[in-house]
Nanobody, 123 residues
Framework: QVQLVESGGGLVQAGGSLRLSCAAS????????VAWFRQAPGKEREFVAA???????YYADSVKGRFTGSRDIAKNTVNLQMNSLKPEDTAVYYC?????????????????WGQGTQVTVSS
């Protein structure tokens, strides 16, 4: 079991930056594949990025080059640095974890979910 708590969301102007953190309690984050998803109003939840147990990082095409995933073993957190934010990045961002190896970008691959944090990018 792992509990996930996201933080770092907020309101930012287009072109600005935010850093999201996902704090995990329970086992160390390096024993999980941890992903970020987001859900905009009226849209389906979509994959943003993931860090595998081995440390490989995967990104959605829409955020590649702007977002950077990382993990801090000492703090047991997974982070998402978001730069060059656009209004279309506005969404609730969720942290999700799987006790398995990286199995792709589908929601069903992740059995643990946080409550989400709101990111709003104004134009």
């Amino acid at each position: 079991q792992v509990q996930l708590v996201e933080s770092g969301g907020g309101l930012v102007q287009a072109g600005g930056s935010l850093r999201l953190s996902c704090a995990a309690s329970g086992r160390t984050v390096s024993t999980y594949t941890v992903a970020w998803f987001r859900q905009a109003p009226g849209k389906e939840r979509e994959f943003v990025a993931a860090i595998s147990r081995g440390g490989n990082i995967y990104y959605a095409d829409s955020v590649k080059g702007r977002f950077t995933g990382s993990r801090d073993i000492a703090k047991n957190t997974v982070n998402l640095q978001m730069n060059s934010l656009k209004p279309e990045d506005t969404a609730v961002y969720y942290c999700a974890a799987s006790g398995s190896y990286y199995r792709g970008r589908g929601l069903a691959a992740y059995e643990y979910w946080g409550q989400g944090t709101q990111v709003t990018v104004s134009s």
